[in-house]
């Protein structure tokens, strides 16, 4: 049984850094078949450009700031039957299609959406969450071993990560795709919402990881500090028109702007912002959220046929190895390394010191993943701050952790 065909979408702007790290570990994608689509500014096409596997590659130029836009512009030339959205500061676990797009052959599922880890690579930062009837969205408890196929009660819905999810084409054709009324925050909850309604199930599949940065962009800096929030008010606005009952709007609008005006509170104590940037992040949100009031919102006729035929990724089937390495021969282990990448390899090296440092992975530009910390330090957070351990109990430890998202063997 083949697989089925599936289109990667990502969107990009004004990160063509990231961006070419992201499509490097994206080049490494243990599935066939897929095609890739990269919906970008100049800068954006430039690195996609330079890329050595750029003819394979479907670039849409797109230099406008508003991401349901360009997710709809990577939609209409995607081919595959299944269409999967990361960021351009995210990167794929290499079996993450693999896992992602299964549940997709069951003819009820129609969104799938899988777990996040966050800039130290270890702690998650998106699992499984529930949309409430406001938009809200809540943890839910789920098998973290285990696909979960959930169906919501009315008014609610299940939420997929904007960086790690996938949709069926024709369903998502089907309800108009994404509403370019949401520039920016809000545009997969809609989405969400939109599925349903329509009484569609979403599969969220924890093994199906990946990893994402959070670099800056123009709404906030790489610290995660607000620079505008005109888009999150405007975005909370159609929101409301859209999903929420109007007798509900101001109570629930009162309570958000409260979060808002808090979180910016924390940055202001911490010292990421100054009191006058508070009141004027305030100014734009109330101003985004009136101009939301009355903004048009238009799901898109999407035709149902792409306008372009599918264009497959160069599929290579990759041998996944674990390097273990310590400080003081870091450097050699380190271009042995790179040297089986460059021989087509997933190339994971485990530096551990001895230390109790805590752990921290990242997938490296020369394309290979890297995770350092102490032999007695935390990788998963949950265990103890110190823990005495053999080294060879500890390379076990940390490779069965990663191994079916990484496809490593047992041995």
Known sequence: MTDLPVSVIVVSRGRPQTLRRCLLGISQLQYNPFEVIVVADPQGIAVAQDAPFAAA????PFDQPNISA??????????????AFIDDDAVPEPQWLHYLVAPARQSDIA??????????GISFQWQARGIDERGESHDIDIDPHQTSILTPPKGRAIKTEGTNMAFRRDILVE??????????FLDETDVNMRLARAGHATAIIPVAEVHHGFAANATRSRARVPKDLFDIGASWAVFHRKHVATSDHKAHWDRLRADQQRRLLRHMVSGGLEPHEVRTLMKRLDQGYKQGQSRATDTQKIAKHPAAPFQPFPFTLRKSVLIT?????????FDQAR???NDGGIVTLLNLSQSAMFHQSWFDESGMWIQKGGLFGKSDRKMPLFRFTKRSSRVSFERSRVATQRGLSDV
């Open 70 to 83: 360009a997710r709809n512009l990577g939609l209409v030339n995607a081919a595959g039957e299944v269409v």
């Open 111 to 120: 969104a799938m959406g899988g777990y996040v880890r966050g800039r130290n």
């Open 325 to 333: 390495t310590r400080p003081m021969r870091a450097r050699r282990d």
């Open 57 to 60: 590659l479907k670039l849409i």
């Open 175 to 184: 309800i108009g795709g994404f509403d370019p009324a949401y520039a920016y």
């Open 339 to 341: 040297r089986k990448v």
